[in-house]
């Protein structure tokens, strides 16, 4: 029997964060998936370089594909270096693939890279989220109420 999956992930040391995907879209839901990278991508990783800012995460051939993400060579490799904006191969189940694809096919959503991580075991994990994109009205609604709330923190810190 499989173990229950954490509602938190396990993140040790975040490398990069997408935060403008939080802004931008509407997340439905959020699992984690390994990377498949060479050791100079580890090594720059782990040096705490690398951007996801403009990157998104595409299902072909059922695979699920890392795509613009950027990681940049490794200052101390040599001639086997990687390239910086490669196709990264996003590790995951048949059954989440599956589902992933639905939901990209049927319901017009998109895969959204929201974090770049090392767990526990010292393994990187992408946090891939389901989301559909905001509208321009979504936004600043959202706007609205993290704003509102900021105000009713100095509120009631003044009054409290």
């Not at 498949?36 to 951007?51: H, I, P």
Request: net charge positive; aromatic share 6%; hydrophobic share 35%.
């Amino acid at each position: 029997m499989a173990r229950p999956r954490p509602e938190t992930f396990d993140k040790v040391k975040t490398v990069a964060e997408n935060r403008r995907a939080r802004y931008d879209y509407a997340i439905e839901e959020k699992l984690e998936a390994g990377i498949a990278l060479t050791g100079t991508e580890v090594k720059a990783l782990r040096f705490g370089e690398g951007s996801i800012a403009e990157s998104y995460a595409d299902v072909e051939g059922g695979e699920v594909w890392l795509i613009n993400a950027n990681i940049p060579e490794f200052s101390h490799g040599n001639r086997h270096n990687h390239d910086p904006k490669r196709r990264r191969k996003l590790l995951l189940h048949v059954n989440e693939i599956n589902k992933l694809h639905g939901a990209v096919e049927r319901k017009g959503m998109t895969l959204v890279p929201l974090s770049i991580y090392f767990n526990g075991r010292g393994r990187a994990k992408v946090e891939l989220a389901l989301a559909k994109g905001k509208k321009q009205h979504d936004k600043r609604q959202t706007e609205k109420a993290r704003d509102w709330k900021r105000e009713q923190g100095r509120l009631l810190k003044d009054h409290g």
